[in-house]
């Protein structure tokens, strides 16, 4: 059974960086593609990046080109790495996985992973 732990999340000043971190256990890294989603307090969960087995991305529309994805198979983590954030970014993070192989895009929506991490919390406020 796959378990995910996300941290790195926390408080920080708009225009400021976070890198999170999921990290997996109970199974090897590289037979997961992941996905990195977040919820808003009153929102839809959205996605925010996505990465396949071999390392294919993609990013959805909500952070744009302030966000890479990126994972360490040796390390059993995978990371995002947030850059010039703003107050409409704060949310839970949460880190997902599926054992399914597609295409980046097909990683896009929520109901294709089967675990999920508890999430982890960063707040964009001065």
């Known amino acids: 059974q796959l378990q995910l732990v996300e941290s790195g999340g926390g408080l920080v000043q708009p225009g400021g960086s976070l890198k999170l971190s999921c990290t997996a256990a109970?199974?090897?890294?590289?037979?997961?593609?992941f996905g990195w989603f977040r919820r808003a307090s009153g929102n839809e969960r959205e996605v925010v990046a996505c990465i396949t087995r071999g390392g294919g991305r993609y990013y959805g529309d909500s952070m744009g080109g302030r966000i890479t994805i990126d994972r360490n198979n040796a390390e059993n983590t995978v990371y995002l790495q947030m850059s010039s954030l703003r107050p409409e970014d704060t949310a839970i993070y949460y880190c997902?996985?599926?054992?399914?192989?597609?295409?980046?895009?097909?990683?896009?929506?929520?109901?294709?992973?089967?675990?999920w991490g508890q999430g982890t919390q960063v707040t964009v406020s001065s």
């Open positions: 109970g199974a090897a890294l590289d037979e997961y593609a």
């Open positions: 997902a996985a599926t054992s399914r192989i597609s295409t980046p895009t097909f990683y896009k929506t929520h109901y294709v992973y089967d675990y």
